[in-house]
């Protein structure tokens, strides 16, 4: 029992440290760890200009101090969304904002290669359902 508890601490601090360990546990020997670096993911610049096929509509991303990031939204002939603060997650950068009735509207978007993504996931606002997308590319 002494040996199993050691060995879930040493996974608890290699998971910690980022490290990628290979254990190997013989009953009635000791525990023998090899272990490995593991390259942290690469950070994602969400910053930059986007704009959609007909340049009618577009994404602004700038980086802010702080780490977040402001988000200004126009979708032609429907709306605008100038006040968005978004943070970096697993799932991409995750914004909030208000929209054109003042009320919380939320989304995530998410980048492959210049291409961005911007899929709304809660909103009250009639004219934009969770779920709904918006496609743009990253202005030359």
Known sequence: MKKLIIGLLVVVAVAVLGIVA???????????????PVAAPAAVDYAGAYLDENNDSSLIISAMDDGAYAVSIAIFRLTSIDDGIGHATDNGLDFT????????????????GDSAVVTFTSTTWEYLHAGDSFAYVRAK
């Open 22 to 36: 290979v254990f190997t546990f013989s009953p009635g020997s000791s525990i023998t760890v090899s272990s490995e």
């Open 97 to 112: 904002a208000t929209d054109a009735a003042g009320n919380p509207i939320g989304g995530v978007i998410t980048l492959n």
